[in-house]
């Protein structure tokens, strides 16, 4: 069950999301039509460019819809960086906002620093975008936050992706290192959720994410249509959150029975030949853990305040 949602607060920060969820945001001054759209792109291959490209563009274009006004801060036409983010999110004061970008993810030779920057968003120039600044800077109000970001959410231990990558490399490395500072919600989420005036929910990914989640790796092929579908089509239409989500998730049985298929061939073939199937059950696997580690943090029973027309 991914789509549950999950409140790690306590004390001050518990009391102020309570307070707010039982008196459903009553009195929110959030913009339903102006949501903020903020998209780093490193280029030059990083990953940042794809997530532009296949979540953070695509969101922008389906929320422009004459009625809905976004404020898009595209790293690809412009500087995507913190005082831009904040910037918009205290002007607009939005509803909804979605993010794309690195997420921090080390020194991992510090677990007390990796704990304390866990996910914090990457701006354009390389620098952390500190919860505390956006806290300053702006009441979430009611808000939900999108964030597509290596664990924008938090961290798993242990790591789901144990085993399915070499020893000693890089990748296996920040697996591993993430993993060591336990089970933890990102700093960012908690700050804005626990806010005076606090967030209603939180989407984002508990571990790092990867790009295969994000287009297929032999052709390139987008694979994030149903995740416009349900920020989209469902949550910008007032559903609660979690059933807004719920068509994410189904298509990771289906990963997973391609994983146990490929698996099969691979055990019963060697040499080359068994290479196409070990590549499809290390993506199949991947694919599937990548898209069960997105969460939602806060209440899932909450929704965006659609305006009612005259």
């Not at 620098?127 to 938090?154: L, N, T």
């Not at 929910?201 to 990867?210: K, N, Q, S, W």
């Amino acid at each position: 069950m991914r789509h549950v949602g999950r409140l790690d607060l306590e004390g001050e920060a518990l009391a102020n999301y309570v307070n707010a969820l039982m008196g459903d945001w009553k009195d929110s001054a959030s913009s339903y039509t102006q949501p903020v759209v903020w998209a780093v792109d490193h280029g030059s291959g990083d990953i940042t460019t794809l997530m532009r490209d296949t979540v953070a563009k695509p969101l922008n274009d389906a929320l422009d819809d004459g009625e809905i006004r976004p404020t898009f801060i595209d790293g690809s036409t412009s500087s995507a960086t913190g005082v831009a983010l904040l910037d918009a999110l205290a002007g607009n004061k939005p509803a909804f906002v979605v993010t794309s970008s690195h997420g921090m993810t080390g020194p991992l030779d510090d677990l007390d620093a990796m704990a304390a920057d866990l996910g914090v968003l990457v701006d354009q120039e390389h620098q952390r975008v500190a919860p505390a600044s956006i806290a300053a800077r702006w009441d979430p109000d009611g808000a939900i936050w999108f964030a597509q970001a290596c664990c924008s959410a938090g961290a798993n231990s242990p790591t789901e992706y144990a085993g399915l990558f070499e020893a000693g490399t890089t990748l296996e490395q920040v697996l591993a290192g993430v993993a060591k500072v336990g089970p933890m919600t990102s700093p960012l989420p908690r700050a804005l959720l626990g806010a005076k005036k606090p967030l209603r929910a939180f989407i984002g990914h508990v571990e790092p994410t990867f790009d295969w989640t994000l287009s297929f790796p032999p052709n390139r092929q987008a694979l994030t249509s149903d995740l416009t579908k349900c920020l989209y089509q469902r949550l910008c239409i007032g559903q609660p959150v979690g059933l807004a989500m719920s068509d994410y998730y189904p298509s990771i049985a289906t990963l997973l029975l391609t994983y146990v298929s490929e698996r099969q061939k691979y055990e019963a073939l060697v040499g080359a030949a068994a290479k196409p199937s070990l590549d499809m059950l290390v993506y199949s696997r991947v694919t599937a853990h990548d898209r069960a580690s997105t969460v939602i943090l806060g209440d899932p029973t909450v929704a965006l305040q659609v305006p009612v027309g005259p």
